[in-house]
């Protein structure tokens, strides 16, 4: 199994990025996939889901209306648009990719990639 995350960069506050995660090793359209994220000395939290299909996302308050999640089963990868970004937004970026759930929390996840930091900075 791999999660490959890759996308994160250096932006400035206000900028955009879209983070991609290309999986392989497992039946990626049976899984429901999250993106996590944590920054510096903090635990790591929920940013964004979304089911199996597709159809229903969700996302954490702290991003709503500036973040959006999508997927692409028949080329086994899952994306985070990112805009009007915030220093806040600085962290390493997760995904992984979820059975059975909670969906919302990392216990609830089967497989995880390694990270992708986004810096947002001026």
């Known amino acids: 199994v791999q999660l490959q995350a890759s996308g994160g960069g250096l932006v400035q506050p206000g900028g955009s990025l879209r983070l991609s995660c290309a999986a392989s090793g497992f039946t990626f359209r049976n899984f429901a996939m999250s993106w996590f994220r944590q920054a510096p000395g903090e635990e790591r939290e929920f940013v964004a889901t979304?089911?199996?299909?597709?159809?229903?996302?969700y996302y954490a308050d702290s991003v709503k209306g500036r973040f959006t999640i999508s997927r692409d089963n028949a080329e086994n990868i899952v994306y985070l648009q990112m805009n009007s970004l915030k220093p806040e937004d600085t962290a390493n970026y997760y995904c992984?990719?979820?059975?059975?759930?909670?969906?919302?929390?990392?216990?609830?996840?089967?497989?995880w990639g390694k990270g992708t930091l986004v810096t947002v900075s001026s």
């Open positions: 992984a990719a979820g059975n059975r759930g909670p969906f919302l929390r990392d216990y609830g996840m089967d497989y």
């Open positions: 979304i089911s199996s299909s597709g159809v229903i996302t």
